[in-house]
């Protein structure tokens, strides 16, 4: 979402060497800058709108350049690196498979495919049975998208094929996934839109203040679409801009409805999912199971890695060779993935996302208290928080400069953040790996809040 590049030129700034943060050079680090710039010169500009840092090493929540500066990370890469960063056990699985001359398996069987998807059906409830590896959120999502179409249209037919999606959904960045999101700014592209991907509010209870289950009904009505055209409906169970679960209320009464009219309810858990939200999956916070889940990012914790989790029905639809992919259940990644997801269980991470979500919630409005109502909205579950700028003390408009402010003078600090997200930009995400202690958490927010101060 970010539109801006961060300034290549050193800047001094103040020392800092805390516990957790140490900053002991200008910023970006001056050594670093010509490879910053080659980078810029070679890449496209979208490459271009993370804070200037070289990444050279990691241990748990922090991540090192090479020239003796330590930032804590609020970032996990982008919601990845749940188990932390540079996990042994994660590096020594990668090497070990390297080492046996198992880096590639196309859809051949292997050893480490077999322990991997065992791993994961261990978290799976019922109906949810089966499961298909992938490489990323998008092609995860892309395959949800194809299987409610299959499914609807060998119930109804072709005009059973309409997918609703919700407005600020965010569900990848290829095509199918982006018709399917409910961003209009990433549509543009896209020329004219495909009219069975149709949007309906998020009940955020922010943007969308009524979050009873009638919008989604009058929605549909609105937009001429009746409940037997419909194959699926697909959400996050938080939005990537929010952090706020849908109610529990609209999503049982959404499993009703789906149930009610032969369509599929799909999760979108590539963000919520493996911890993230203080729970294996964020749908177990709404008391409903869904017919499909998209998995990604925290499932591998750092190797490419991505699953679609279904009902023996739908996941058999297909015939062997159909519904296949170059780099499914690449050795390396499945390894990794495997690796992570052991240390997960091993050290109680979920629980650990759990215990921690209302130091995160009480930091959160604390600082949106020192915001003096520059922040509209901040909600927290598990280890993910969102805290949406605005410009002025009433309204959800976005204010994309103070949060990118926002990041930029926390990484002079030592605190790494990803850019802002979400609508118009303006929202700081805070999504630490799950390994934080509670100390560093407390720390990171303490300077959030002290650079929110400076900057309203
Ligand atoms: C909810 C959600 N779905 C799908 C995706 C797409 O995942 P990927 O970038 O791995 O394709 C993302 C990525 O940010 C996401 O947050």
Redesign the pocket.
Known sequence: MATKEFPLVPEDVTPVNTQHRKICTALPAPESVPLLERLRAIEPRSMGGQPPILWDHGTGEYMCDAYGNQWLDFSSG??VTSSGHGRPEICEAITNMAKKGMYYAYAFPTEIRAQLIEEIQGYLPEPLKRIFLLT??????ECCIKLARTKGMEIGGKKKSVLITFTNA?????MG?QFAGGIPGLKTWMGDLDPRFVNVPFPDGYRQEDVSFKVFEDALAAQGIKPEQVCGVMT?TFQ?CNATLMPATYAQELRRWCDKNQALLIF?E???GFGRAGKAFGFQHLGVVPDLA?C??GISGGTPL?AVVGTEELMCMYGPGEMTSTHSANAIAAAGALANLQVIKKEGLIEHAAKLESVLKEGAASIASASKGRIGTHDAVGLVCSLQCRPGSTGTDPDSDLAWNVVYNCYKRGLLLFAPVGVGGGAVKICPPLVITEDALREGLSVLEEVFKELV
């Open positions: 982008v919601l990323t959120g998008s092609e995860a999502t965010f569900h990848g960045r290829t996934s996050e990537g979108d590539v963000q919520a998209a990604g990012k991505s």
